[in-house]
């Protein structure tokens, strides 16, 4: 049987996963899956990639093609999810902030140095008219970390999944004061090179596995209701979030690439472009 380990947000959008591996379709194919949740997010499984921790990574866009230009010897297979990912943007509860001119200049609460909470406070920032090149900002490492931040201070604003944050406005810790989706398809299939090169007929099988199960994910009975009790949702904001997400079986064409490619470089999120072919295997 052939080991292959995953890595990946401890959120709903990577439940097919979890589905394929709890009902041993990779085991049927000599495939033992391995999964790791890396609640730190992007920039956490960029650095697991680089040091040979995980062999895979279910992983924001923007993160791993920011992270592949300066170096990471990874590349994209496919695209996860097409749709955008809908960035919350959140203060403490407490906190005097009322809209979000208020947080012009203020100091961001990130999960790590090029993670996608970096990146989209950087696309916020450009939305909003804010000088882009001196966001200040405070490494929390995870949810509970920005917890901490924007409750004592030390952080004034928080940018996380939108779905995922919700239980935290609705108990009072955090208030939302708007939203930032992503300008390209969020989530993206990373691969180490070193993989692809010696096993790339097994990493076709376990895409040809999950992309069977994301086709006819909306479709399992009562799906709704299992997200809602693995991830603490409530069952309404599940089913706006299952309205809103679109899973992708498909590798990002050229033309996609390019024009996220120059989104990113245009917000200076990347100094260099690459050649599709080179990052897209």
């Not at 790590?112 to 490494?139: C, H, Y």
């Not at 089913?239 to 200076?268: A, G, H, V, Y």
Request: net charge negative; glycine share 6%.
């Amino acid at each position: 049987m052939k080991t292959i380990r995953i890595a990946g947000v401890p959120e709903h959008f990577n439940l097919p996963w979890h589905l394929c591996i709890e009902n041993g379709e990779f085991n049927e194919v000599d495939i033992d899956l391995q999964w790791t949740d890396v609640p730190e997010g992007t920039g956490k499984m960029c650095q697991m990639l680089r040091d040979n921790e995980t062999d895979i990574a279910i992983i924001l866009t923007e993160g791993i093609l920011k992270d592949i230009s300066n170096g990471n010897p990874s590349s994209i297979v496919q695209l996860y999810v097409q749709s955008p990912l809908l960035w919350g943007i959140h203060v403490g509860a407490q906190s005097a902030y009322q809209k979000l001119s208020d947080l012009k200049g203020k100091k961001a609460a990130i999960s790590r140095i090029g993670s996608g909470s970096q990146l989209m406070s950087i696309v916020n920032a450009k939305n909003e008219g804010w000088d882009t090149q001196n966001i200040p900002f405070e490494i929390v490492n995870t949810i509970d970390g920005a917890v901490t931040a924007l409750t004592n201070g030390t952080a004034d604003y928080f940018m996380w999944e939108r779905f995922m944050t919700k239980p935290l406005v609705d108990n009072g810790t955090f208030r939302h004061l708007g939203d930032c989706p992503t300008p390209w398809p969020s989530f993206v299939i990373a691969v180490r090179n070193d993989v692809l090169a010696t096993d790339k007929h097994v990493i076709d099988q376990i895409l040809e596995i999950i992309n069977t199960t994301t086709r006819e994910f909306k479709e399992i009975p009562s799906i709704d209701r299992t997200l809602a009790n693995r991830f603490n949702q409530k069952k309404e904001d599940i089913q706006e979030w299952l309205q809103l997400t679109r899973w992708s079986q498909k590798k990002p064409d050229k033309k996609t690439f390019e024009k996220i490619q120059n989104q990113l470089f245009d917000l200076n999120i990347i100094e260099t472009k690459a050649a599709y072919e080179s990052v897209i295997k």
